[in-house]
Nanobody
Framework: QAALVESGGGLVEAGASLQLSCTASMRTNAYAMGWFRRAPGKEREFVAA????????YYADSVKGRFTVSRHNPEKSVYLQMVSLKPEDTGIYYC?????????????????WGQGTQVVVSS
């Protein structure tokens, strides 16, 4: 069973930066990968994704210009660099992988998910 493991979450003040990492147990060069988050009391939402060949990235409007998704297939990893963090960025961040970016952004129903890492941004 493939597994994704996130790391890098924490408690930071508004305006700070964090980098999340996700490492897969399977080879990742066949999958689009990305990030979702679930804020307290809200539904899980798409944050960012990157195509298997690193050519195309996708972002939610709420994070454009502040978050950057990247990946390194030899290390089977995907990253989320977050700057200028806001309290509304607080939530559990999940790493996901699916066969195509459109499938991933639609919710990765047939893909793989990590257990999540907590990000708390204080005001």
């Amino acid at each position: 069973q493939a597994a994704l493991v996130e790391s890098g979450g924490g408690l930071v003040e508004a305006g700070a930066s964090l980098q999340l990492s996700c490492t897969a147990s399977m080879r990742t060069n066949a999958y689009a990968m990305g990030w979702f988050r679930r804020a307290p009391g809200k539904e899980r939402e798409f944050v960012a994704a990157i195509s298997w060949n690193e050519i195309t990235t996708y972002y939610a409007d709420s994070v454009k210009g502040r978050f950057t998704v990247s990946r390194h297939n030899p290390e089977k990893s995907v990253y989320l660099q977050m700057v200028s963090l806001k309290p509304e960025d607080t939530g559990i961040y999940y790493c996901a992988a699916d066969q195509a970016a459109n499938l991933l952004m639609a919710g990765a129903e047939s893909g793989f998910w990590g257990q999540g890492t907590q990000v708390v941004v204080s005001s």
